[in-house]
């Protein structure tokens, strides 16, 4: 876990981003645009670390924001020469005990918005997918519901 979040602070050491997710490579940023297929991934991983933990205990075990709020604390160490995580950002994070916020969904989520995605109804985004003559991708639910679909294949 530790060499994970080594490498998911590697940009922010380096001075690239502020926040982990923020690299557009970072497990990290994958992992909170994506949040179904990394909270399978990330319960592997944690399974025998949060097993014995006292947020899961309290029910509080989303893999995600544990692991978030893990990367956080460790990038605001300070390490000589290396750039770090803010203070400020560290606190918020660990306030809300790693989660995102809607807001911070919905803004990684459409971070890349000029690669193509396309955000609304299930119809809208197949729509979309069959006039631009992209190879067609489920369109995903968006922010963990059924009302708002996105899909990536897009390009202009």
């Known amino acids: 876990m530790a060499c994970s979040a080594y490498i998911d602070l590697n940009p922010v050491r380096a001075g690239i981003v502020e926040q982990p997710e ?3 490579w970072c497990s ?4 909170v645009r994506n ?3 990394s909270r ?3 319960s592997q991983f944690l399974e025998s670390v949060l ?3 006292e947020r899961v205990e309290n029910g509080e075990n989303d893999p995600l924001s544990w692991y978030r709020e893990f990367v956080y604390l460790s990038g605001g160490i300070e390490k000589e020469g290396k750039g770090m995580i803010s203070g400020e950002l560290v606190n918020d994070v660990k306030s809300c005990h790693g989660k995102l916020g809607i807001g911070d969904s919905f ?3 459409v971070k890349n918005i000029s690669e193509g995605i396309a955000i609304g109804t299930f119809s809208f985004t197949s729509l979309m997918q069959e006039r631009y003559k992209r190879k067609f991708i489920s369109p995903r ?3 963990s519901g059924n009302r708002l ?4 294949v897009l390009r202009l």
């Open 22 to 24: 923020d690299y557009r």
């Open 28 to 31: 990290l940023g994958l992992r």
């Open 35 to 37: 949040t179904g297929r």
């Open 40 to 42: 399978k991934l990330l």
């Open 51 to 53: 097993e014995n933990n």
């Open 107 to 109: 803004r990684y989520r």
């Open 141 to 143: 639910s968006f922010l």
């Open 149 to 152: 679909f996105a899909t990536r």
